[in-house]
């Protein structure tokens, strides 16, 4: 089901940027729902799954609708890794951390594309301009659609994705230690088939070298003690 929703939120983002500005004419300034979506995403999951899903999306973009080939890619990039940074960060939690990760991620990006035009031999004597009446109010739109985003993912992928981690720390303090004396190879065996049935970890130490720390459910392991 959460598969579903993220695929569906960038099909549809990916529809708007290219497809629904296209047909309505784009205004002065518009928001990249693309990239605040990849942004308020890499905040709540981590980097690496959303930068290599952004790193495809910007790729067909860049190949069947912009010039510059790798432009919108390298942005998406730069909105995961940006988002990426602040995954499981207690205060990640405001929306202010996706909606600003998506403004600068933009902004970046526009100026990416006019260094680009310079080197090719543009002119940038209408920058301020140009950063006033567009960058700006755009990247604003951009990480208010990022913020919203964020409240609606939140909603539906708060088990999945955001503070996932919580799960694990409630683990940690209800762990439970037990002191257990193998007498034969069979009790092993029987030991390490009733941890691999567990879906927590099991660390099992040797009383005579604490430091040596053993995987509950590697037979292998176990049969070294």
Known sequence: MRKYVIAIALAAAFYIDTVLFG???SPVF???????VIAALSVMGGAAPFAAVGIGIG????????KYIGLTSLSLLIAALAGGAFYNKFYADNVIVPAGVAAVAYTVKEHIL????L???GNLSSY???LLTHILPSAVLTGGFAALAHVVFKKVLFKSLWHRDID???EVKNMVEKKVKFMSAGQIMTFCNTCQKLKSDVDVT????????IDGKSLMGLMSI
């Open 23 to 25: 047909v309505c004419g």
């Open 128 to 130: 301020f301009m140009l």
């Open 114 to 117: 006019l260094f680009t035009l």
């Open 59 to 66: 790729f067909v973009i860049d190949v069947v609708y912009n």
């Open 30 to 36: 518009w928001p990249n729902t693309v990239l605040a």
């Open 168 to 170: 694990r720390q409630m």
């Open 119 to 121: 080197i090719s031999g």
């Open 206 to 213: 040797d009383m005579a070298n604490r430091n040596y720390i």
